[in-house]
């Protein structure tokens, strides 16, 4: 005989209240990033050289500026997941790892957006 | 049977490491550094959107003797999480599970990590 209530069953949400969410989410973006990082990393050792205009040039791409912005957002969100869970493995203390947590995020949010402002500026025209 | 003379859990100080172990510290170190470097790569970006005198700047850090080891390290952990992030979702399906197909694959994944590694940088230089 089960003891779970229907509702706790059609939910399926299990004792940590958010189900296979987080282990689907970082399974999904690890994928994505599979891809978009491999583009990302042999895409910047061909680059013809080092200099600000080959930079830009690269950047501004449509097509690049796109990539990146995915890659910024997927990279953000893989990166804030697995963080959270060595935060979650490692600090013990009760209000040091919700404060650890929220900082990590708002550090995740901060650095995507920094990320995804300059491709704007690049990739439309400042 | 004396109660001293049952087994002990593993002290890790005299435990002999399998290449399982280290390979699964090494994906989550990987991934901590890739973390940093998360910060590295919004940052590029933002020098590159700040003008030619910004990204002097940048490329002139990285292009240090350390700023190069940096980079290296970054490439070698971004080659290593994606190999042993394969391995984790061929994992998720429930297949290569058996003790001498993990130890296998571990080395596979530190094999193939390196020689990725090495080959960007011929690329590269």
Same mark, same amino acid.
């Given at each position: 005989?089960?003891?779970?209530?229907?509702?706790?069953?059609?939910?399926?949400?299990?004792?940590?209240?958010?189900?296979?969410?987080?282990?689907?989410?970082?399974?999904?973006?690890?994928? $994505?990033?599979?891809?978009?990082?491999?583009?990302?990393?042999?895409?910047? $050792?061909?680059?013809?050289?080092?200099?600000?205009?080959?930079?830009?040039?690269?950047?501004?791409?449509?097509?690049? $500026?796109?990539?990146?912005?995915?890659?910024?957002?997927?990279?953000?969100?893989?990166?804030?997941?697995?963080?959270?869970?060595?935060?979650?493995?490692?600090?013990?203390?009760?209000?040091?790892?919700?404060?650890?947590?929220?900082?990590?995020?708002?550090?995740?949010?901060?650095? $995507?957006?920094?990320?995804?402002?300059?491709?704007?500026?690049?990739?439309?025209?400042? | 049977?004396?109660?001293?003379?049952?087994?002990?859990?593993?002290?890790?100080?005299?435990?002999?490491?399998?290449?399982?172990?280290?390979?699964?510290?090494?994906?989550?170190?990987?991934?901590?550094?890739?973390?940093?470097?998360?910060?590295?790569?919004?940052?590029?970006?933002?020098?590159?959107?700040?003008?030619?005198?910004?990204?002097?700047?940048?490329?002139?850090?990285?292009?240090?003797?350390?700023?190069?080891? @940096?980079?290296?390290?970054?490439?070698?952990?971004?080659?290593?999480?994606?190999?042993?992030?394969?391995?984790?979702?061929?994992?998720?399906?429930?297949?290569?599970?058996?003790?001498?197909?993990?130890?296998?694959?571990?080395?596979?994944?530190?094999?193939?990590?390196?020689?990725?590694?090495?080959? @960007?940088?011929?690329?590269?230089?």
């Amino acid at each position: 005989m089960s003891l779970r209530s229907p509702l706790g069953r059609v939910l399926g949400l299990g004792t940590a209240k958010d189900g296979t969410g987080h282990w689907w989410g970082q399974r999904v973006s690890g994928i $994505a990033l599979a891809l978009l990082g491999l583009w990302f990393v042999i895409s910047i $050792a061909m680059m013809p050289g080092f200099g600000h205009a080959e930079a830009v040039a690269f950047i501004s791409k449509p097509l690049h $500026a796109v990539l990146l912005m995915l890659l910024t957002v997927t990279m953000g969100y893989h990166s804030w997941l697995g963080v959270q869970v060595v935060i979650e493995d490692y600090v013990h203390s009760h209000g040091l790892r919700l404060g650890s947590l929220i900082l990590s995020r708002f550090a995740h949010i901060l650095v $995507a957006v920094v990320g995804l402002f300059a491709i704007l500026r690049l990739g439309i025209g400042a | 049977m004396n109660p001293n003379d049952r087994p002990l859990s593993p002290h890790l100080s005299i435990y002999r490491w399998p290449v399982t172990m280290a390979s699964s510290i090494l994906h989550r170190a990987t991934g901590i550094a890739m973390a940093v470097g998360f910060i590295l790569f919004a940052g590029w970006l933002a020098d590159a959107a700040a003008g030619p005198d910004a990204y002097a700047a940048f490329v002139a850090t990285m292009g240090s003797t350390i700023g190069r080891i @940096l980079l290296v390290g970054w490439s070698w952990a971004f080659f290593y999480h994606f190999a042993n992030g394969i391995r984790h979702l061929v994992w998720d399906t429930g297949r290569g599970l058996e003790k001498e197909q993990a130890n296998a694959s571990a080395w596979l994944v530190i094999v193939v990590s390196v020689v990725l590694t090495a080959l @960007l940088w011929m690329v590269v230089s």
